[in-house]
């Protein structure tokens, strides 16, 4: 793995996220723990250099990201745009989607993180 995940430093606070989902990614992990959703392994709380993502799956170098209200000002648009582009400069590929969609269509949710997936 490269040596920008999971750096020590960050090992404490990826603990207390892990501990602590909230509602939303509570739902979410229960479809993909476990090698789910076409036996890929996700991660929780899976640190990049300096950010924590919600979920991201190693093999496909995937990560999903749950926005909740504050996601939706100027300045979580402008933080957001700027994790996005530095995860893609890791060739880290970042999908996003509204908390409320894991309640109302998760099984939409689930399709659109499938279709993500490189073929193998």
Same mark, same amino acid.
């Given at each position: 793995?490269? +040596?920008?995940?999971?750096?020590?430093?960050?090992?404490?606070?990826?603990?207390? &996220? $892990?501990?602590?989902?909230?509602?939303?990614?509570?739902?979410?992990?229960?479809? &993909?723990?476990?090698?789910?959703?076409?036996?890929r392994k996700f991660r929780?709380?899976?640190?990049?250099?300096?950010?924590?993502?919600? @979920?991201?799956?190693?093999?496909?170098?995937?990560?999903?990201?749950?926005?909740?209200?504050?996601?939706?000002?100027?300045?979580? +648009?402008?933080?957001?745009?700027?994790?996005?582009?530095? &995860? +893609?400069?890791?060739? =880290? $590929?970042? =999908? $996003? @989607?509204? +908390?409320? &969609? =894991?309640?109302?269509?998760?099984?939409?949710v689930l399709q659109t =993180?499938?279709?993500? @997936?490189?073929?193998?």
């Open positions: 793995m490269d +040596n920008y995940h999971n750096l020590p430093q960050k090992k404490e606070i990826r603990r207390t &996220l $892990r501990n602590t989902l909230t509602p939303a990614e509570a739902t979410l992990w229960k479809a &993909l723990k476990g090698g789910q959703l076409t036996g929780r709380q899976h640190s990049a250099g300096a950010y924590i993502l919600d @979920f991201y799956c190693p093999e496909e170098r995937l990560a999903i990201e749950l926005d909740g209200a504050g996601h939706y000002t100027v300045s979580g +648009n402008q933080h957001d745009a700027a994790r996005t582009a530095y &995860l +893609n400069t890791l060739g =880290i $590929r970042v =999908i $996003r @989607f509204e +908390n409320k &969609l =894991i309640w109302s269509a998760l099984e939409s =993180i499938e279709s993500k @997936f490189h073929l193998i």
